[in-house]
């Protein structure tokens, strides 16, 4: 099909998701096949109706009569039950096949969004990302089930249906060429309207969870300043707003009843008032046998035929609503499952890290392409192996982006981030990101247990390890006061213990990876200066021929660095150890003077 949903064509939609089919294919297969022999069976039923009418009608003995109703009624009931039978069978198999295309559809998003760079995520919202990933994957769903239930049956239905009816009563066959085309266009007018409709309240779900989301993760910060109301009205309004243009949409898809009613109603008016009145005037008798051109089974048949045509169509509406509703999901997901990965792996990527020798040239950064302004501009830097280097300068001066390139988690926009004299981007990724650890300020602990948290640095760490890491991050002294130790379990988030143990407990896990490069992204700040001392103290004692980075507030946190670099505005202002920078850069100058006024020490 070469209509668009904006730059998404139906086949290429069609296409993505099917893929996710997969084991589930025999059960799709299997439940359109009940589905069409269930169709000739019921299609099949009215025609044996008709004739035993007929037959009942023009018997001249009671015991012909009872014969042909026993005979026509065995077969009836055997069609019935056979029929049923394909029923069940069908619902089984297409619930099956729903529910596994959901959950595959469910995995291959989440494996596509571990997948993704920071550039990628960026893109999509996490409360979008959510949305996607549950509500969007349900609607799919639904369609899906709907369309291999209905998307036979309705069109065989509809056919055989007509055929039937024509060959029944050609002389009322009209009736249907001025009912169906009317129904279908009303059916059709509405489902075209709606369309538009579910498209944007998918918008407005990403805004709802997005809401929902600031509001659990920003609860203290909600709770301190009394904002509880507030978040409330705000929920509401967005909750109201979404139920308002929901109802609006329903509403509207609630039209395809009434109207479908009122024309298979009207057509069986039509059908048995000049039926009955073709009956009554064209009958006649010949030899004792009566004659007409319309007979009574003939014309219950064609009542029969007309309700299945009418209520087909009303089948086609009902899957276009739901096509309607769904292909915005659609879309989204596909936006998500045909992602290209901003950052992946070259060819014959390099699977070794020797030193971890930092080198930036001539690096420059911006996040978008059409970005005005680069976050980072002509950035030159060397850093030895081992050494421990730390970076400073204000909000905004770009200190976290600079780190972030040397892991690729972003690829710069010009020049290289070499280590070990090799371009990043040659690296095996999982071999780069497990070579070049990184601690952030708000780094995240998972539900499960201590030691569970730490073996994520290193899945095979011993205890002795697990300790070893601890003592060095300042973190065994608090561990081995909590009941269970590094059994204790952390709930989600880390919500029971305090920000400087969490930060603790994540540079221990940074630790156990044993890194070639270790960067800490003011992962110090909420513990106190002698902690703080101690963990610089222990990473270059125990971990000598690691390279350090320490990108810190405090200018004490890194006052004993090999030197220091300090950021501002996305370019280097300058590079010294602690003395020369206090002599020579006067942004450096500022903060220590600031710093030391305030008793930031």
């Not at 084991?23 to 439940?31: I, M, Q, T, V």
């Not at 950052?343 to 978008?368: A, H, Q």
């Not at 000598?544 to 980075?549: E, F």
Request: aromatic share 8%.
């Amino acid at each position: 099909m070469k209509k668009k949903v904006k730059d998404i064509t139906y086949k290429e939609i069609f296409k993505t998701l099917l893929k996710s089919v997969r084991e589930y294919k025999r059960e799709a297969l299997l439940s359109m096949f009940f589905i069409v022999l269930e169709a000739v069976i019921e299609c099949a039923m009215p025609f044996l109706m008709s004739n035993l009418i007929d037959t009942m009608q023009n018997s001249l003995t009671n015991e012909e009569m009872v014969r042909s109703v026993l005979i026509y009624s065995s077969i009836l009931v055997v069609m019935a039950f056979a029929s049923l039978a394909c029923g069940i069978l069908a619902g089984r198999m297409s619930a099956t096949a729903g529910v596994g295309f959901a959950s595959n559809l469910k995995e291959d998003l989440f494996k596509k969004i571990n997948t993704f760079s920071f550039q990628n995520i960026d893109k999509f919202s996490v409360s979008s990302l959510v949305t996607r990933q549950n509500s969007d994957v349900w609607f799919v769903q639904m369609c899906f089930t709907m369309l291999i239930r209905i998307c036979l049956r309705a069109p065989l239905m509809t056919i055989f249906s007509i055929v039937m009816a024509g060959i029944l009563a050609p002389h009322l066959f009209w009736i249907y060429f001025i009912t169906i085309p009317v129904l279908s266009l009303s059916l059709l007018a509405i489902a075209l309207k709606a369309m538009p409709m579910f498209r944007g309240i998918f918008q407005k779900y990403d805004k709802l969870n997005e809401s929902i989301e600031e509001n659990v993760r920003g609860i203290r910060v909600v709770k301190t300043y009394v904002r509880e109301e507030y978040e409330k009205e705000k929920f509401d309004t967005s909750s109201d707003n979404l139920a308002k243009n929901f109802i609006k949409a329903e509403r509207l898809v609630a039209l395809n009843s009434p109207i479908m009613q009122t024309v298979m109603y009207l057509s069986m008016f039509l059908i048995m008032m000049i039926g009955s009145s073709i009956i009554v005037k064209t009958t006649n008798i010949e030899g004792g046998i009566v004659v007409a051109d319309l007979t009574v089974g003939n014309l219950s048949s064609l009542i029969t035929y007309g309700a299945q045509i009418l209520m087909s169509i009303n089948m086609f509406s009902m899957i276009f609503v739901m096509f309607s509703m769904s292909i915005a999901s659609m879309k989204r997901i596909c936006e998500v499952l045909n992602e290209e990965p901003s950052i992946k792996n070259c060819d014959n990527p390099v699977t070794e890290m020797k030193n971890g020798e930092i080198e930036f040239k001539n690096v420059s950064f911006k996040y978008s392409a059409n970005a005005e302004k680069f976050a980072l501009e002509g950035v030159n830097l060397h850093i030895k192996p081992g050494q421990m280097v730390g970076i400073v300068g204000g909000t905004g001066s770009s200190k976290s982006t600079l780190v972030n390139l040397i892991s690729r988690f972003y690829d710069t926009s010009d020049g290289e981030v070499l280590v070990d004299g090799i371009n990043v981007k040659n690296y095996d990724l999982k071999v780069l990101r497990t070579n070049v650890s990184m601690v952030l300020q708000n780094n995240i602990l998972f539900s499960g247990t201590i030691a569970e948290n730490l073996r994520w640095g290193n899945k095979e760490a011993t205890d002795e390890e697990i300790k070893e890491a601890c003592d060095i991050a300042q973190a065994s002294s608090f561990v081995d006061g909590f009941p269970g130790k590094y059994d204790m379990m952390i709930q989600q988030g880390g919500i029971n213990v305090s920000g400087g143990q969490k930060q603790r407990l994540c540079i221990a896990r940074a630790i156990l990876k044993k890194p070639k490069v270790l960067i800490l992204d003011d992962s110090t700040s909420a513990v106190d200066t002698k902690t703080d001392a101690l963990i610089r103290k222990g990473l270059r004692e125990t971990l000598p021929n690691t390279t350090k980075i320490i990108i810190a507030q405090r200018l004490n946190s890194v006052q004993d660095a090999d030197f220091i670099v300090v950021m501002d505005d996305g370019k280097i202002n300058g590079i010294g150890t602690h003395e020369e920078l206090l002599k020579t850069n006067r942004i450096y100058q500022d903060i220590y003077e600031i710093q030391n006024r305030i008793g930031g020490k």
